[in-house]
């Protein structure tokens, strides 16, 4: 009995070394696709169609929300699934799916009235043609992730992303479509990875309307659905805001800067959790092995989320000449502001997800609760004070940190050991110091001497490779340090087979 045991946690936890593995490799690459992407598309369209496209892509998100309904999450917490729970989670998604695109073209002319925006319709109306697909995404992901199947969600992502980003996304920005190839670019995308993730699993089907079918999956996917629907409203209250009350033009400043750090980090910590969700629900009773996965993965985020953020504050003025281009100078301040709130967005997305995995659900929802009331008041206090799209970045860091206390609080109150969470920030922060301290004696100097853009960009990833690099070897030990130093003798004996004398 011993030895099944025994069995089983070796099994589970080489599973979830070989899934991280899998989603760093994706990570990697999609976060450096996505920053040439990035740069390309802020050449071809202005600030003022990134508005339109901030907002679209707002109310995209909420027909998304829509379509799935803690479904997916239910689908992967679960304790045992059945057949019959995969036939209701695709039911309940193909029909709220449909709901929601019927409901997002009719009010997509009420959205562009009240945003101010004509544009908008056509836009929302094209992200609205993707919730049939999404809707068909989310059962096969979460199927896939219960199963710590992270291979087929690579190539999924990589080549959604290669072929509908970046060939029919791209190339419509290029023809002039405007904020609409962003649509587009959505459409092909979605369609594409609901093919190819359905190829990998199979999945019945067919429909199912027994109300039984539905009990276990709504009691869990209700209080999920509650509290993704406050995360949902604070993620995107200030670009609700921004697009109502500010210039078009502002708020496509502020999203570009945002998805400039944004983006790759969060990107990182989302596969992170990803791949966490299902192992910290595998081993929800098992409080040891809870408090040891929590604090490995919690140290590994930070390390490598405080890092990047480091360096961006310094380079924050590289990065937005680079990336957006010289129409988004005015975005800089906002890169550093951004830079500095991604760390606690980050672990409060995984204290989220361990609360999750373990139905620790109540304090969750009182802490989102709380912070959307006092983060839509915050930001109505900086607007009535004359506050610009600057001042609205600097509420949204100070309330990131809040919520972040709150949710730490909550994982400690569900792994048991505060001391172990204190470490893990306290590392991060060192990681960060130190990144941001080898940006300035490095690249101030380069600056200020006049070095040329492209030179001083490919300087400061250097300098940010090997600050990460000696953070993670440096660090106390976390799995992602296992992996490098695992990683070092095999690399190490390829290159010697690659070198050495042949006979």
Same mark, same amino acid.
């Given at each position: 009995?011993?030895?099944?045991?025994?069995?089983?946690?070796?099994?589970?936890?080489?599973?979830?070394?070989?899934?991280?593995?899998?989603?760093?490799?994706?990570?990697?690459?999609?976060?450096?696709?996505?920053?040439?992407?990035?740069?390309?598309?802020?050449?071809?369209?202005?600030?003022?169609?990134?508005?339109?496209?901030?907002?679209?892509?707002?109310?995209?998100?909420?027909?998304?929300?829509?379509?799935?309904?803690?479904?997916?999450?239910?689908?992967?917490?679960?304790?045992?699934?059945?057949?019959?729970?995969?036939?209701?989670?695709?039911?309940?998604?193909?029909?709220?799916?449909?709901?929601?695109?019927?409901?997002?073209?009719?009010?997509?002319?009420?959205?562009?009235?009240?945003?101010?925006?004509?544009?908008?319709?056509?836009?929302?109306?094209?992200?609205?043609?993707?919730?049939?697909?999404?809707?068909? +995404?989310?059962?096969?992901?979460?199927?896939?992730?219960?199963?710590?199947?992270?291979?087929?969600?690579?190539?999924?992502?990589?080549?959604?992303?290669?072929?509908?980003?970046?060939?029919?996304?791209?190339?419509?920005?290029?023809?002039?479509?405007?904020?609409?190839?962003?649509?587009?670019?959505?459409?092909?995308?979605?369609?594409?990875?609901?093919?190819?993730?359905?190829?990998?699993?199979?999945?019945?089907?067919?429909?199912?309307?027994?109300?039984?079918?539905?009990?276990?999956?709504?009691?869990?996917?209700?209080?999920?659905? +509650?509290?993704?629907?406050?995360?949902?409203?604070?993620?995107?209250?200030?670009?609700?805001? /921004?697009?109502? /009350?500010?210039?078009?033009?502002? $708020?496509?400043?502020?999203?570009?800067?945002?998805?400039?750090?944004?983006?790759?980090?969060?990107?990182?910590?989302?596969?992170?959790?990803?791949?966490?969700?299902?192992?910290?629900?595998?081993?929800?009773?098992?409080?040891?092995?809870?408090?040891?996965?929590?604090?490995?993965?919690?140290?590994?985020?930070? +390390?490598?989320?405080?890092?990047?953020?480091?360096?961006?504050?310094?380079?924050?003025?590289?990065?937005?000449?680079? $990336?957006?281009?010289?129409?988004?100078?005015?975005?800089?301040?906002?890169?550093?502001?951004?830079?500095?709130?991604?760390?606690?967005?980050?672990?409060?997305?995984?204290?989220?997800?361990?609360?999750?995995?373990?139905?620790?659900?109540?304090?969750?929802?009182?802490?989102?609760?709380?912070?959307?009331?006092?983060?839509?008041?915050?930001?109505?206090?900086?607007?009535?004070?004359?506050?610009?799209?600057?001042?609205?970045?600097?509420?949204?860091?100070?309330?990131?940190?809040?919520?972040?206390?709150?949710?730490?609080?909550?994982?400690?109150?569900?792994?048991?050991?505060?001391?172990?969470?204190?470490?893990?920030?306290?590392?991060?922060?060192?990681?960060?110091?130190?990144?941001?301290?080898?940006?300035?004696?490095?690249?101030?100097?380069?600056?200020? /001497?006049?070095?040329? $853009?492209?030179?001083?960009?490919?300087?400061?990833?250097?300098?940010?490779?090997?600050?990460?690099?000696?953070?993670?070897? /440096?660090?106390?030990?976390?799995?992602?340090?296992?992996?490098?130093?695992?990683?070092?003798?095999?690399?190490?004996?390829?290159?010697?087979?690659?070198?050495?004398?042949?006979?």
């Amino acid at each position: 009995m011993r030895q099944a045991g025994r069995a089983g946690v070796t099994n589970l936890k080489s599973r979830t070394v070989n899934a991280v593995k899998w989603s760093y490799m994706t990570m990697g690459i999609a976060t450096v696709l996505g920053l040439v992407f990035t740069a390309i598309l802020s050449r071809l369209l202005t600030p003022a169609e990134f508005g339109v496209v901030a907002i679209a892509f707002v109310l995209q998100r909420f027909g998304q929300f829509i379509a799935d309904l803690g479904v997916g999450q239910a689908l992967i917490q679960k304790p045992e699934l059945s057949g019959e729970d995969v036939q209701a989670g695709f039911t309940s998604s193909i029909g709220l799916g449909l709901l929601a695109t019927v409901a997002a073209w009719m009010l997509a002319p009420l959205a562009g009235q009240y945003f101010g925006m004509p544009d908008l319709v056509m836009v929302f109306r094209g992200y609205a043609v993707a919730y049939l697909f999404n809707a068909m +995404i989310i059962i096969s992901q979460s199927l896939l992730r219960r199963q710590l199947k992270f291979r087929p969600l690579m190539i999924g992502e990589l080549v959604s992303l290669v072929i509908g980003h970046g060939v029919f996304g791209l190339g419509a920005a290029y023809l002039g479509f405007g904020a609409f190839s962003l649509a587009i670019s959505q459409i092909a995308q979605a369609l594409i990875q609901m093919v190819i993730l359905y190829a990998y699993t199979r999945h019945s089907l067919r429909l199912t309307f027994r109300p039984e079918s539905y009990r276990h999956l709504y009691a869990f996917a209700t209080r999920v659905t +509650i509290i993704n629907f406050l995360e949902f409203i604070s993620t995107n209250l200030d670009s609700i805001m /921004l697009a109502r /009350l500010y210039p078009t033009a502002q $708020l496509g400043l502020y999203s570009r800067g945002f998805k400039a750090i944004g983006t790759p980090a969060m990107s990182f910590a989302t596969s992170l959790t990803r791949v966490l969700a299902p192992s910290f629900s595998a081993v929800q009773s098992e409080p040891e092995r809870l408090r040891r996965a929590h604090h490995s993965a919690l140290l590994a985020l930070l +390390i490598v989320i405080s890092c990047v953020a480091g360096g961006i504050f310094v380079a924050a003025p590289e990065v937005v000449a680079v $990336l957006l281009g010289s129409q988004f100078v005015g975005a800089v301040v906002l890169v550093k502001i951004f830079a500095l709130a991604v760390p606690f967005m980050a672990s409060s997305n995984l204290a989220g997800v361990l609360a999750e995995a373990t139905a620790n659900l109540g304090v969750k929802l009182k802490i989102q609760a709380v912070y959307t009331v006092g983060l839509a008041l915050a930001f109505w206090t900086a607007y009535s004070l004359g506050g610009t799209v600057v001042a609205i970045a600097a509420v949204l860091l100070v309330g990131t940190v809040l919520r972040n206390l709150g949710l730490e609080l909550l994982a400690r109150s569900i792994v048991g050991s505060g001391r172990e969470i204190l470490e893990s920030y306290g590392v991060g922060l060192l990681s960060g110091l130190g990144t941001a301290l080898a940006f300035y004696v490095v690249v101030v100097p380069l600056r200020n /001497l006049g070095t040329p $853009l492209p030179v001083l960009f490919l300087t400061e990833l250097v300098v940010g490779g090997i600050a990460l690099t000696a953070a993670i070897f /440096l660090g106390p030990p976390n799995e992602l340090k296992s992996m490098a130093l695992r990683a070092v003798p095999a690399v190490t004996r390829r290159l010697r087979r690659v070198t050495g004398p042949r006979g």
